[in-house]
């Protein structure tokens, strides 16, 4: 099965950058969508094909996917953002196409 | 406004049945593919279903599959998870999304507040 390995935990200190990784076979070859989860919330997206933001979402998140990687990047980070961060991949042509990531919880110092 | 509203989670024996709903409003269901979602306490996302507009494409998570069918009624904007035989592992809160795709790509871009399902003995 398709699998999305993430970094179960990033800290990073109010101001500065928040790098959260997913990588995945092939991944080059399909578009990486970033969701945010904030204790009992619902996801909501942040970044969708690879590096698209939602209205809404503050122009600090952003987005790429290069070779096996991908990455979401939270600038200036600020406490609000203090959340678990899934991506997520549509896996055309399998019974299970619908791939969501491990999970990076970001915390805040 | 897009909104989707779950309903009907609650406590149930293991081997017993529940059936999910989810309210849509704002949009046209007919027109969207939509999924089923779950998160088991302190785990991370599963996706467990999906179905096609036209109920042409229905998929499921091997978890569930045999026992879940989702199925949806677009004249009155409702989705649907029908959960048969259920194990103490299907402890979750389930999301219902909808689901847009371009390309060869898909992804939720709402989610509803979700139901609690909890199976216990």
């Known amino acids: 099965s398709y699998v999305l390995p993430q970094p179960p935990s990033v800290s990073v200190a109010p101001g500065e950058t928040a790098t959260i990784t997913c990588g995945g076979d092939?991944?080059?070859?399909?578009?990486v969508h970033w969701y945010q989860q904030k204790p009992g919330q619902a996801p909501i997206v942040v970044i969708y094909?690879?590096?698209d933001r939602p209205s809404g979402i503050p122009e600090r998140f952003s987005g790429s996917n290069s070779g096996n990687t991908a990455t979401l990047t939270i600038s200036r980070v600020e406490a609000g953002d203090e959340a678990d961060y899934y991506c997520?991949?549509?896996?055309?042509?399998?019974?299970?196409?619908?791939?969501f990531g491990t999970g990076t919880k970001v915390t805040v110092l | 406004e897009v909104q989707l509203v779950e309903s009907g989670g609650g406590s149930v024996q293991p081997g017993g049945s529940l059936r999910l709903s989810c309210a849509a409003s704002?949009?046209?269901?007919?027109?969207?593919?939509m999924s089923w979602v779950r998160q088991a306490p302190g785990e991370g996302l599963e996706w467990i279903s999906y179905?096609?507009?036209?109920?042409?494409?229905?998929y499921y998570g091997d978890s569930v599959k045999g026992r879940f069918t989702v199925s949806r009624d677009n004249a009155k904007s409702l989705l649907f998870l029908q959960m048969n035989t259920l194990r103490a592992a299907d402890t979750a809160i389930y999301y219902c999304?909808?689901?847009?795709?371009?390309?060869?790509?898909?992804?939720?871009?709402?989610w509803g507040q979700g139901t609690l399902v909890t199976v216990s003995s």
């Open positions: 999304a909808r689901v847009i795709c371009s390309g060869t790509t898909c992804y939720s871009d709402y």
């Open positions: 704002g949009f046209t269901l007919g027109s969207f593919t």
């Open positions: 179905i096609s507009p036209g109920n042409h494409a229905v």
């Open positions: 092939n991944l080059r070859g399909k578009s």
């Open positions: 094909f690879d590096s």
């Open positions: 997520q991949v549509w896996n055309s042509g399998s019974d299970h196409p619908f791939v």
